[in-house]
């Protein structure tokens, strides 16, 4: 079932209950006021009735019981017996003295009969004990008022009926017309919270439909709803989820290519030492060859082979080198200074590149041997971006920043296309294939100096322009100064 349909049932349900229970509750009160009135109306009656009969039987007492009973009854009938009402008296001995032929026409002795005896079972020393009571006769509703009098020597019950028919009457047909008006208000109501569910539920189907076109493959599409309610805010959280879900895709896309060129390139980089390997040791073993053709073949299956050796130790420096624990230590900067220099100079001077080192004295806090192969990486790769020329040159320059120490190298060289940057750091790739590989590089070096900086939790920021020269910035926290 649809929510707009569940919203439609539950609103149209709870509308009639409430309807339903306050109708019933205001009908009820209205009819218990006016049931009450009647019955006050009644008990004053009753009373009026038994003051009336007191008087004017003792004004007649001495002509006798009967006479005084009589001569009172017909002298306070015409005050009594009027608007629907009518009365009668009964003495102790069950004799009818006035209203019996009306009592029995209507079938009401055995009402009266219950009322006397129940007034007889509470009765007090005052003599003036009422009882009344309501009775439902054949469909029609009476009020009964029994009231004793004791002004006689035979106790005589005072007795009054009402007709409240149209009473009850007017109560079933307010009930009539409050059905008819709910079940018209709840058709109504039902229509407007039909029509309310689909329109309050309506940016819920369309995040639906836009969620399955989105499952479809158009990732493209964004939620429009710009309302400042829970839904606006669903809607916005969805395209926030969105766009997550595209970066993580457009992550996993880039990262399978990234293993596909892995693969393709791992397979190059063994294929063409193999080749030269395999081809030379089937000349050694197949032909004739003179000692200086031995000695190149010798040469090139020496050389090769190690190229995969060199290979295969930055392969496993790099698939291990974040699985085995690091002990850091304040490393002076004037001792990875010195290293460099001693290691760099002959690649300068063999290169016939200017070159030169300068660290800012400071400590910060490292594995050596990893800094000092990120630093020489760094460098090494400035030197083969170089052409041989006194106008050529490259510099390693460190600056003490605020918590941060900065290693800056610069050179003059060739320079990397901007659209290749942001690759440089993976496995294998090369920007000059065909001179990395005739300089003896596999496109591992920039790898495992992304991993190195990772692991001392710095960054490495690289500004490149194509014939221009590079600038890479690598930046590591320093928590001691010398």
């Known amino acids: 079932m649809r929510f707009a349909d569940k919203l439609f049932l ?5 509308l009639t209950v409430m309807f339903a229970v306050f109708g019933t509750w205001m009908l009820s009160s209205d009819f218990s006021q006016l049931l009450n009135k009647e019955i006050e109306q009644g008990n004053n009656d009753s009373r009026t009735f038994l003051f009336l009969f007191e008087m004017g039987y003792q004004s007649t007492e001495e002509y006798g019981e009967d006479y005084a009973i009589s001569r009172t009854l017909n002298s306070i009938a015409g005050s009594v017996e009027r608007d629907g009402r009518h009365m009668f008296v009964i003495r102790e001995d069950g004799t009818r003295f006035y209203g019996g032929e009306y009592l029995e026409n209507m079938g009401f002795m055995e009402e009266v009969e219950g009322l006397i005896a129940n007034l007889e079972a509470s009765d007090d020393a005052d003599g003036s004990i009422r009882n009344m009571g309501i009775r439902q006769i054949e469909g029609s509703y009476y009020m009964f008022a029994i009231t004793k009098s004791g002004v006689s020597d035979n106790d005589v019950y005072l007795g009054m009926c009402r007709e409240l028919t149209d009473t009850y009457s007017a109560r079933g047909n307010l009930l009539s017309r409050y059905r008819i008006a709910l079940l018209c208000l709840l058709s109504a109501g039902g229509v407007s919270i039909y029509f309310l569910s ?35 805010a669903l809607a916005r959280d969805f395209n926030r989820m969105a766009d997550r879900l ?23 980089e063994l294929k063409t030492p193999l080749t030269s390997i395999i081809g030379y040791a089937d000349m050694l073993n197949s032909l004739e060859l003179s000692e200086e053709e031995r000695h190149d073949a010798y040469f090139y299956i020496y050389s090769q082979g190690k190229r995969l050796e060199s290979l295969s130790h930055k392969l496993l420096e790099l698939v291990s080198m974040d699985k085995n624990p690091l002990t850091f230590r304040p490393i002076p ?34 594995d050596s041997e990893l800094l000092l192969s990120l630093l020489y990486n760094l460098m090494d790769n400035a030197v083969k971006a170089l052409d041989k020329g006194e106008q050529s040159f490259m510099l390693m320059k460190g600056t003490c920043l ?26 294998f790739y090369m920007v000059d294939k065909s001179r990395s590989r005739k300089e003896g590089g596999a496109g591992i070096g920039m790898a495992l100096c992304q991993k190195i900086i990772q692991l001392h939790n710095g960054t490495m920021v690289v500004d490149s322009r ?17």
């Open 402 to 427: 605020k918590g941060f120490y900065e290693i800056k190298v610069v050179d003059n060289g060739r320079g990397i296309p901007a659209e290749e940057i942001s690759r440089i750091t993976e496995a």
């Open 466 to 482: 194509l014939g221009e020269g590079t600038v890479i910035k690598v930046t590591f926290p320093r928590r001691y100064t010398a």
């Open 246 to 268: 595209v970066e993580e895709m457009q992550v996993k896309i880039l990262e399978a290519k990234q293993k596909e060129d892995f693969t393709a390139a791992f397979a190059h």
């Open 198 to 232: 689909r329109y309050i539920t309506r940016p819920i189907r369309s995040l639906g439909r836009l969620a399955s076109r989105i499952a479809d493959g158009d990732y493209t599409l964004r939620s429009q709803n710009k309302s400042g309610d829970e839904i606006g």
């Open 10 to 14: 539950v609103m149209t349900a709870l």
């Open 333 to 366: 900067t004037r001792e990875l200074e010195q290293n460099l220099r001693i290691t760099m100079r002959p690649i300068w001077k063999q290169r016939g590149v200017r070159g030169k080192v300068e660290l800012e004295k400071a400590v910060i806090q490292g």
